[in-house]
């Protein structure tokens, strides 16, 4: 008898915020083949109507993972409005400049991943915050 994996669950769902299409995608495909709802955004205006419409308790949205450089408002922005909103919702950085990583740090990011990093770092975070994460080993892929 063969087994299927469970689908994913309303709190599998993940906000991938990168302008890099590339990048974005990449995320996307992987973290859809772990078994999770994800869904992207371009841009820091674009993250934050996303997450003010999937955040909890209502939403199914279990974490963001945000590019500090995004264009029209950065990483560290759309953590600013998240909290002047009460939004909260756990945020992992990602940027290849520690000073952007360490100010998103300030701003209580769960985790900050510095680029490029392993898709098993990323599955790491994911299954701290994220309810029921499916488990499987990641492959040793670099971005």
């Known amino acids: 008898m063969q087994s299927f994996p469970d689908p994913p669950s309303p709190q599998h769902t ?13 995320l996307t495909s992987f973290l859809r083949e772990e078994g999770y709802a994800v869904v ?6 674009e993250a934050i109507q996303l997450i003010s419409k999937l955040a ?19 990483g560290p922005a759309v953590m600013d409005h998240l909290a002047q909103q009460g ?3 756990p945020i992992v950085a990602m940027s290849a400049v520690q000073a952007n990583l360490l100010a998103a ?14 898709l098993g770092q990323l599955l790491g975070v994911i299954s701290q915050h994220c309810l029921h994460a ?6 040793a892929l670099f971005f």
């Open 14 to 26: 993940i906000l991938i915020a990168e302008d890099q299409p590339l990048i974005r995608d990449l």
């Open 40 to 45: 992207g955004a371009a841009d820091g205006t």
């Open 56 to 74: 909890p308790p209502a939403g199914p949205l279990c974490l963001g993972v945000v590019d500090m450089m995004l264009p029209e408002l950065d």
């Open 87 to 89: 939004i909260l919702v």
């Open 105 to 118: 740090q300030a701003r209580g990011a769960r985790a900050a991943l510095v680029n490029p990093f392993e």
């Open 134 to 139: 499916p488990s499987s080993a990641a492959p």
